[in-house]
């Protein structure tokens, strides 16, 4: 099945928007629009990075399905691109060369961003990485048989994209791979059920008997109170998780969410946790 396109966000109304349409069919979607059942969503990487950690969890659920993506491009602001994730964008510190023909090598003299980063993936074969090794793209697949994010520092709005449409459509049909096939819909009985670990339900204890204003706020709940040794990465992960499976929407838990932690031995430590302030 080909793969959809929509500008995503601001780059729905932005001019750039409108160069990448002329070279590839794509459609628009505001970001307060649903989101599609499958397809790859393009936004600018500096608008991703202004999201608060639950609107990036919520794409980042939409992504544990195959046949969907999540590409970042450029413009993007130095420093953290994700908080579930290590990577860091920084400034290219020289000019970018790369002996594999093909997009990169084209856009090399546009690039003003590289990343840096432990936690990813990269594929050679589309030059993703320049010869002096520092990466232009990044990807990575949250679940093995879901879709992928990714970002890059490649301009896929420049001019001269609209020169060589078959060559971005090539490195982009790269990335629809990555992303998988479009599975058929199963009936929710069939979906396996979430086995809560140690930082899940921390997550739960926490936020027992609160209100936040966001997802980020329970996980700084967790650090403040000083009481769970958890690594935050770990626990943002595990965030993703509970929004995925309806345990915590809308900054507290859900009566699933609820049902959950009484039927767990943590359910004393939340008694404990709801009176103490922060």
Not at 62 to 76: D, E, N
Request: glycine share 6%.
């Amino acid at each position: 099945m080909e793969t959809t396109f929509y500008l995503f966000g601001g780059l729905a109304s932005h001019r750039r928007g409108a160069v990448i349409s002329d070279y590839l069919p794509v459609k628009l979607l505001d970001s307060d629009g649903a989101l599609p059942a499958y397809g790859a969503l393009m936004m600018f990487g500096l608008e991703w990075q202004t999201y608060s950690t639950e609107q990036q969890a919520n794409l980042m659920v939409w992504l544990k399905s195959s046949g969907r993506s999540l590409l970042l491009i450029p413009p993007f602001n130095t420093g953290e691109l994700s908080d579930v994730l290590d990577w860091q964008v920084e400034n290219i510190n020289d000019d970018k060369t790369t002996s594999v023909n093909g997009l990169a090598q084209n856009l090399a003299d546009e690039v003003r961003f590289q990343f840096e980063a432990v936690s990813h993936q990269f594929s050679s074969e589309y030059a993703h990485n320049w010869n002096d090794d520092s990466l232009n793209t990044l990807y990575y697949k949250p679940h093995s048989s879901g879709g992928v994010f990714v970002a890059t520092s490649l301009p896929l709005w420049s001019l001269t994209c609209l020169d060589i449409p078959e060559i971005v459509k090539s490195w982009l049909a790269g990335l629809s791979v990555i992303a998988g096939q479009v599975k058929e819909p199963t009936l929710d009985i069939d979906k396996a059920m979430l086995v809560l670990n140690e930082n899940h339900l921390v997550l739960l204890c926490c936020a027992y008997g609160h209100s936040f204003k966001d997802a980020n706020s329970l996980v700084q709940r967790v650090g403040r109170l000083g009481v769970f040794r958890l690594l935050s990465e770990e626990l943002d992960l595990a965030l993703v998780e509970l929004i995925d499976d309806s345990l915590f929407l809308n900054g507290e838990l859900t009566e699933k969410g609820l049902a959950a932690l009484v039927a767990s031995p943590y359910k004393l430590y939340a008694d404990e946790l709801k009176r103490m302030p922060g």
